[in-house]
Nanobody
Framework: EVQLVESGGGLVQPGESLRLSCEAS????????MSWVRQAPGKGLEWVSS????????SYADSVKGRFTISRDNTKNTLYLQMNNLKPEDTAVYYC?????????RGQGTQVTVSS
């Protein structure tokens, strides 16, 4: 059974940074392309970023490009999202997910709130 546990969210002011983590278990993490997706209040699920299984290829939504960095540590079965220069429009619940599941296999999420 795929288990994904996100952490690292919180309340920050615009321009500040956060680092999200996602601990994976129940599958071979190093064999899986992984993604971060988010859901803002009243909106649908939005893709944020993806990383290939060995971490050699990454991709980002235009809205976060240049501010967010996705990475992974396959020795720790952990996915990360470094978020810099946060904006109020980044406020959402952030989920890590397996890309191959179409993001259906995802964790419980971690809340990120950007507000002054």
């Amino acid at each position: 059974e795929v288990q994904l546990v996100e952490s690292g969210g919180g309340l920050v002011q615009p321009g500040e940074s956060l680092r999200l983590s996602c601990e994976a278990s129940g599958f071979t993490f190093s064999d899986a392309d992984m993604s971060w997706v988010r859901q803002a209040p009243g909106k649908g699920l939005e893709w944020v970023s993806s990383i290939a299984r060995l971490g050699l290829m990454t991709s980002y939504a235009d809205s976060v490009k240049g501010r967010f960095t996705i990475s992974r540590d396959n020795t720790k079965n952990t996915l990360y999202l470094q978020m810099n220069n946060l904006k109020p429009e980044d406020t959402a619940v952030y989920y890590c997910a397996t890309t191959r599941s179409g993001y259906r296999d995802r964790g419980q999420g971690t809340q990120v709130t950007v507000s002054s």
